[in-house]
Each structure stands twice: as C-alpha cells, then as structure tokens.
C-alpha cells in the first residue's frame, strides 16, 4: 500500500483481506476511511492518542498510534502495511512524518498523549517477564549441576531471544505521558 502522499497523508493495510486505511490531515480535522466508512474528527475533538511498539517477528518493528474521539470509531494506525499473507511493508518514513504532523496539529489542544501500554496490562506482564527470566537463569545454574551442557546452550540461546524480544517489548512500552512538541524518540521508527 502507498504510504505517504506528503506529511499531511498517510495510508496503509492493516491485513491482507483488510480494507485500507487512509487519513489525511485537513483544516477541518483529521480525515479518515477506512472502507465504507469515514468521516473527519476535529483535531480538538481528539480526547486521546496513544503510541506503542509491536514487535513483529524477529528483526521488524510496527509501530503503532491509536486516536480516541467521541466523534469517530478509535483510529489506529501502523508503521507496517500488508503486501502479502506473509510480508509486510515498512513504511517509516512516511509513517513517522504523519504522526509528527498530527502531533503539531494538536499542539495546544486537550488531548490526552500517552506512551506504552495500558499500566493494568504493562506491570503484571512485567512482573511474569521478570519471574520467567529468573526461572531460566534457575535452570541455567541447574543443568551446570547436573552437568548438561546440551541443555545449558539450549536453555541459554532460548533465553537470550527472550529477553531481546520481550525485554524490547517491556522496554519501549512503558507506560506514560508526552507532551506533542516532545514525542518519545523510541516509539517512533528511526528513519
């Protein structure tokens, strides 16, 4: 899917057999559509806005930005577009540039900007992350008893992938606020 049409536009696919998403920034408000339906949320008629990271497979990042507005369904949109069942297109660049621009339409307004998570999902999911950690490194030290080196390279490979990817998940979303002229660096795709 086309990602940008300049700063003030941006599209993508959320899925295969999903319709595109489209949104565009006007004086009127954020427009948006997304098959048949659409419609325009005035930029002070955003209540809130949230920014988070997604790990999608080993090496790709989504980022993603999810707008609340009584005036409209909640609005996401991706830093990745589907191209096929299973390869995504990365659309930083342009992806970055929109959320940048809405960001600077909503200075001054008073829409709530939060980062990460919710905190009801964050912390518990944290505290399971944390206690899953402490029982491979438990096992680490066990099968260095029990002499099995086999399994120490297993159970060490294993936990190194898990803390790289979980441990970035947990790492980026921690929950927060922002203000619009100071997004979080790491929520938003390097380009």
């Known amino acids: 899917m086309d990602g940008d049409q300049g700063t003030g536009s941006y599209s993508y696919k959320p899925s295969l057999f999903g319709m595109p998403s489209q949104f565009a920034l006007t004086p ?11 419609g325009v949320v005035p930029y002070g008629a ?11 497979g080993l090496l790709a990042r989504t980022y993603l930005t999810e707008i609340w507005s ?3 369904p909640k609005l996401t949109l991706s830093s990745q577009s ?6 995504k297109e990365n659309q930083a660049a342009p992806y970055r540039a929109f959320v940048e621009a809405l960001h600077r339409e909503l200075a001054g307004k008073k829409s709530e900007l939060v980062s990460g998570i919710a905190p009801y999902l ?14 491979f490194v438990g096992l680490i030290v066990r ?22 990817q979980l441990g970035g998940y947990f790492r980026f979303n921690r929950p927060g606020a922002y203000r619009a002229d100071a997004l979080p660096p790491d929520l938003l795709p390097r380009i």
């Open 82 to 87: 589907a191209k096929s069942i299973v390869e």
């Open 46 to 56: 955003i209540e809130r806005v949230r920014i988070s990271f997604r790990p999608s």
């Open 122 to 135: 964050y912390w518990p999911g944290l505290a399971i992350f944390t206690g899953a950690a402490i029982g």
């Open 28 to 38: 009127a408000g954020l427009s948006w559509s997304i098959g048949r339906r659409s």
């Open 143 to 164: 099968a260095l008893q029990a002499g099995a080196w086999a399994g120490v390279l297993f159970i060490a490979v294993f936990l190194a992938l898990f803390v790289w």
């Open 70 to 72: 009584s005036a409209a």
